[in-house]
């Protein structure tokens, strides 16, 4: 019940939103800001009672649609945990990120906001394939439109650019899921979209490679990996603060947990034939991605190529432990590597892309080029954009640097070629990170600036992410832990561990024929 | 006999409302007789669903399948009254014979849904047919209208010839009028009047499905009807029509050969690229509507010809898209007649640009039909094309599927142009000003709500589609 809830108290919240908005300003505001803090407690407290427990730690399994087989089955493990602690975090960084950005429509913001973030918790929680597929279209329509009516200049071409995209690749994904629903009833007779269930069906490796490519479209696009990247730089910059925040730090995570959650398990072998063009693609994508954001001069440009690179990590550590011998050491240490790069990348690129809605809204500008000595003025917005910077470039001490090390030792193990292309990606983020701190923020103050510094509020938003990277650079295990459990299994590695269902009654329709 | 009361109850219907207008003419008299009459129509179901399957004389046959298409065509009519009836108010004419015609339009597209013999489907459709044409030019002071009347009455004739002379064919092949009987007789008649015969019924009946490539008069007459009526030729009378397709395909067993297996994926496809491609560029949401109905009536194509696999499940398909698509299209152009004035109908995407900021209830009603059309979940629009899409994967219709998937994103495309103008925050905006009537009001929102049931639990309704009983 517990699940429901913390679906329910975001949607009621975001419904209420435009309703309060008539008593004060600020009230949607504050009433987004509790609901995710009252999720974000009920979540932590779960994690804190029992941090290294294995296994399903919670489940809810209601019947939604019995006409298709369709249950309203959601579960938490240690993986969703760990990625919903993350989904209300970013959730607070951007409200309190878009305090003073919004101004218009401010009870619909909000209402947007926070069903986006259901969507993405029921993404992060659904164990039914059509619940998942729901929920991911679900948050289709709330994100289209903070990036269309709050966003920038380019807003609407941006944000249907994203909307036919995502689309496409889901629809895509849809298909797969169909085809997959239907072998299996066509082996079993029982209609069912139920994750446990599917895993179990008999597959001929054809049919598996078509269906896993489906899955693959829609998470890639997501994720997103070269050459499917290219909606992804114009929505992140056209986005308001809070869109990108929730963009980089939470949906392209929505791709890599499908890899994780559905991919890998569903269709091993499909996988792992497929393997080695996944792997070279997220190479070129590390390269590619930290490349273009040398080239840019638009920050939030920069800072969503860099994202491009960070997910080719994530690409290549999921992939890489997929070809890995089946609990070894290697699968081991690069899931390890992933979950943690999903993390850190959330807070650093989401802290991001705070800092240069910060700026936006006190400069109006985005161009790094009229930017020049703001340390000068703004000391401790410099401080955090170093930091962050630092962090993106995987600094030692930083947790950015623990996920994409492990990642390299996972994948090193499987390609040493790969492993050194990668790490020539770290090489470069160091030219875009150092660039970005010395275009931003070193040098003379040419353009005159006087501009405000970090408001209490903008540091609450960026202080606990400084604290969080630094906590995942010094000492990851706990994280570790917590994930960990997730991706052992008796029949090897990448396997999450099956939830336990009721097993499905025999329908009464006759909705399909068997084949 | 009892089994035909809804259709006793339509004809007494228009009967009682024509002499009640000959008698008392008042506006609020005609609409209150056609509601009561619809409703006890609708009610009638109840009772009829008891002795049903009947076959009622060689022409009509009463069924799970006929009710639940009647029930779909008498409460869109219903709707369409609603509609019609704040419509008329802001218009310069006469308006109690509205509802007439309304009532007889609704008994030919009944008659079709029962139809199961060459005569009641020419009788139904020319029923249908008639009492359109004049629906179509009803504000006869209106360029437009009359423009659409007129286009409507050239398609309908030509349509009608089409039908006429494939029946001819099929009759002088098989000796009977009889569908039941003709499937018997088919297998020993000469396919070289069968095929053509088969082809020309075909395409009669594409016509007035506007289907690509027989759509050519859709959009002007979109444009130029009235928009309850248009709601109504978007809705009821291509219930009806779809209700003789499958009936008369599935009694033949018209499937088994593969040319017509050609022909319907030939025109399906066609449908769903022509009519998302052409939405496109259209700057008049009228027209825009009319091009993605041409799309939606080929993704319904797509779940008819998953009767390769099984007939019920293409049957419940239909029937369950159909329904979301009422709803919806009820909707959409419930809003545009919702807000005409005597001055015109709102026709043009700018009139709709940020109404969100000005009427937040509407844009987003608005916004609700137009993504249901994309078929966005939440809405009724995404659980019937899943359904569409899972019938047809499960009747390995991979091709289909894969059009279906490609044009339906292309179609966001403008669904999606309109909804970022209905929240466009640019104040250069000429304002949809006028004032909704209560009756509409009240519509609108059970349709919002509709669709939003649908979507998210559609459970009851596709029970109801599959105990639809097909032979």
């Known amino acids: 019940m517990l699940l429901l809830w913390l679906l329910v108290i975001l949607a009621a919240a ?19 800001l509790f609901a995710l803090a009252a999720d974000f407690g009920l979540v ?41 602690l993350l989904t209300f975090f970013l959730g607070m960084v951007a409200v309190l990120a878009s305090w003073r950005d919004i101004q218009r429509g401010v009870g619909f913001f909000h209402l947007n906001l926070l069903w986006l973030l259901t969507g993405i918790a029921g993404v992060f929680l659904a164990l039914d394939l059509f619940l998942f597929y729901f929920a991911w279209e679900l948050m289709l329509v709330p994100m289209f439109l903070l990036i269309a009516i709050w966003g920038h200049e380019r807003r609407r071409y941006a944000a249907i650019k994203f909307f036919l995209f995502t689309q496409l690749s889901g629809l895509l994904m849809l298909i797969a899921i169909l085809a997959l629903y239907l072998y299996h009833y066509a082996a079993t007779g029982v209609l069912t979209f139920e994750y446990a269930q599917l895993m179990a069906t008999p597959l001929a490796p054809s049919a598996s490679l078509w269906i896993m490519l489906g899955f693959f479209a829609a998470f890639m696009v997501k994720l997103p990996m070269f050459p499917f990247h290219t909606w992804l730089p114009d929505a992140h910059t056209e986005a308001s603060t809070a869109g990108s925040v929730i963009l980089a730090g939470l949906m392209l995570k929505t791709g890599a947990y499908g890899l994780l959650r559905f991919v890998l398990p569903l269709f091993p072998s499909a996988v792992r034939s497929f393997a080695p063009w996944a792997l070279v693609l997220a190479a070129i994508g590390i390269l590619y991605g930290a490349l273009l954001a040398y080239a840019q001069t638009d920050l939030k440009r920069l800072v969503a190529y860099t994202s491009v690179s960070h997910m080719g990590f994530v690409l290549l550590g999921i992939f890489a432990a997929a070809v890995a011998p089946p609990g070894s050491a290697a699968a081991q240490w690069a899931l390890d590597g992933v979950v943690l790069e999903i993390l850190c990348h959330g807070f650093s690129t989401g802290a991001l892309f705070v800092l240069a809605g910060i700026l936006q809204e006190r400069m109006h500008t985005r161009e790094m080029g009229r930017m020049n000595g703001l340390w000068a003025v703004m000391p401790r917005l410099g401080g955090a954009g170093l930091f962050f910077a630092l962090a993106a470039i995987g600094l030692p001490g930083l947790g950015n640097f623990v996920a994409e090390f492990l990642i390299l030792l996972g994948t090193f193990h499987v390609s040493v070629g790969l492993a050194v292309a990668a790490s020539i990606g770290i090489l470069a983020s160091t030219f875009y990170g150092v660039e970005l701190v010395q275009r931003a923020f070193h040098g003379p103050n040419r353009h005159g600036w006087q501009l405000p510094d970090l408001s209490r509020r903008e540091a609450l938003a960026l202080v606990p992410m400084m604290a969080a990277l630094l906590w995942l650079g010094l000492y990851p295990q706990p994280i570790f832990n917590t994930a960990f459990p997730a991706f052992t299994s008796p029949s090897g590695a990448a396997l999450p561990e099956p939830p336990r269902s009721l097993p499905q009654p025999h329908t009464r329709y006759s909705l399909f024929p068997i084949p | 006999m009892a089994a035909l009361a809804p259709f006793v109850l339509l004809s007494l219907a228009a009967v009682v409302v024509m002499m009640g207008i000959a008698f008392h ?9 056609t509601l009561a009459g619809l409703a006890a129509t ?14 009622v004389t060689p022409l009509l046959r009463m069924d799970g399948f006929a009710l639940y298409f009647i029930g779909l065509i008498v409460a869109a009519t219903l709707a369409v009254a609603i509609l019609a009836y704040g419509y008329l108010k802001t218009q310069p004419v006469r308006p109690e014979e509205f509802y007439v015609l309304l009532l007889v339009a609704a008994l030919g597209a009944s008659v079709l849904a029962a139809s199961s013999h060459f005569v009641s489907f020419f009788l139904g459709l020319e029923i249908l047919s008639v009492a359109l044409y004049g629906l179509n030019a009803y504000p006869h002071r ?23 002379f494939g029946m001819a064919l099929v009759y002088a092949a098989t000796g009977t009028l009889d569908f039941a009987a003709m499937a018997g007789a088919l297998p020993s008649a000469p396919q070289a009047l069968v095929l053509p015969g088969a082809a020309l019924i075909l395409v009669g009946i594409s016509f007035k499905l506007a289907l690509a490539p027989f759509h050519l008069w859709t959009p002007d007459v979109y444009q130029g009807a009235p928009a309850p009526v248009t709601a109504f030729i978007a809705t009821a009378s291509k219930a009806g029509i779809f209700a003789v397709l499958i009936r008369f395909f599935y009694d033949l067993g018209g499937l088994h050969s593969p040319g017509a297996v050609l022909a319907v994926t030939v025109l399906a496809i066609a449908s769903m690229a022509v009519g998302n491609l052409l939405a496109l560029r259209q700057s008049n949401l009228k027209r825009l ?10 993704y319904v194509l797509v779940a008819f010809e998953a009767a390769l696999a099984s007939p019920a499940v293409a049957a419940a398909a239909v029937g369950f898209y159909l329904l979301a698509y009422f709803v919806t299209t009820l909707g959409a152009f419930g809003l545009i007649s919702a807000l005409s004035t005597a001055a015109g109908e709102p026709e043009s995407i700018e009139d709709y640009r940020g109404l969100f900021w000005r009427r937040p209830w509407l844009a987003l009603m608005l916004a609700a039909m137009l993504l249901s059309l994309a078929g966005i979940p939440l809405t ?46 640019s104040d250069d905006s000429a304002p949809v000003a006028a004032a909704m009537p209560p009756a509409a009001a009240w519509l609108l929102g059970v349709l919002f709500v509709g669709l939003i049931w649908v979507g998210v639990y559609p459970e009851p309704f596709l029970r109801l589609v599959l105990a639809l009983p097909l032979r």
């Open chain 1, 14 to 32: 975001g419904a209420l939103a435009p309703l309060v908005h008539r008593w004060h300003a600020n009230a949607p505001r504050w009433l987004a």
């Open chain 1, 44 to 84: 932590l407290q779960l994690w804190l009672r029992a941090p290294r427990l294995a296994g399903w730690r919670m489940q809810l399994d209601w019947t939604w649609i019995p006409a298709f087989g369709i249950r309203f089955h959601l579960g938490l493990d240690g993986l969703s945990l760990l990625l919903l």
């Open chain 2, 25 to 33: 003419r008042s506006h609020g008299f005609a609409f209150s007789l």
């Open chain 2, 42 to 55: 609708l009610w009638s179901l109840w009772p009829v669903a008891r002795v049903i399957p009947r076959q």
């Open chain 2, 142 to 164: 209106r360029a437009l209208p009359l423009e659409a009347g007129i286009k409507y009455l050239v398609l309908a004739a030509a349509s009608a010839a089409f039908l006429l």
């Open chain 2, 289 to 298: 509507l009319a091009y993605s109905s041409i799309a939606h009536m080929g």
């Open chain 2, 380 to 425: 009724a629009g995404f659980l019937a094309k899943f359904y569409v899409v899972a019938a047809g994967a499960a009747a390995t219709l991979w091709l289909l599927i894969l059009v279906l998937v490609v044009t339906s994103v292309v179609g966001l495309y403008y669904y999606l142009r309109v909804v970022v103008a209905l929240f466009s925050t």
